[in-house]
């Protein structure tokens, strides 16, 4: 199963990642159009500094996610192949996630009041930071499956 890394020495901070990523997730999924769009496109991910070296903000997709033990709406699923997921249908926009995330990897949406954190791209094929990423600062990885045998 493919994953994505960010490596911070490769980061240049063009935000391109940060780019392909709302259209990726915009109604319209076209560059021009994205930008017309109301509400504007989110993006999933978010590049900034932290102490002098470029730092991606994403989900981290947490063994034990304190963002859904912190949802009393059941709006937050971690799936079985790691991810979790933020429903918007079932969020409610009380932020009690955006509080109970220790990474801060969960954003709002104001205009429709729901919480958006990654998917990696749920549905698709690729994952439109990695794709965007020129630089190779975000990469594939194969995450291993842990697999258990009954003895």
Not at 28 to 49: C, H, K, T, W, Y
Not at 51 to 62: E, F, L
Not at 79 to 96: A, H, M, R, Y
Not at 118 to 134: H, I, L, P, Q, T
Request: a positive charge.
């Amino acid at each position: 199963m493919l994953k994505k890394r960010f490596k911070s020495k490769n980061c240049v901070t063009c935000k391109r990642c940060m780019i392909e990523c709302g259209v990726r997730h915009s109604q319209s999924q076209d560059f021009a159009l994205s930008s017309l769009e109301n509400p504007a496109p989110v993006p999933r991910i978010n590049i900034s500094f932290k102490k002098d070296k470029p730092h991606a903000t994403v989900c981290q997709n947490c063994k034990n996610p304190k963002c859904r033990e912190s949802c009393e709406y059941g709006a937050i699923t971690k799936f079985e192949d790691g991810n979790v997921i933020i429903d918007q249908e079932k969020c409610t926009g009380c932020w009690e996630c955006i509080d109970a995330c220790p990474f801060g990897a969960i954003t709002k949406e104001t205009e429709m009041a729901v919480a958006i954190n990654c998917d990696d791209c749920k549905g698709y094929d690729d994952m439109a930071c990695v794709e965007a990423c020129k630089t190779f600062a975000l990469t594939y990885v194969e995450k291993k499956v842990k697999v258990t045998a009954d003895v």
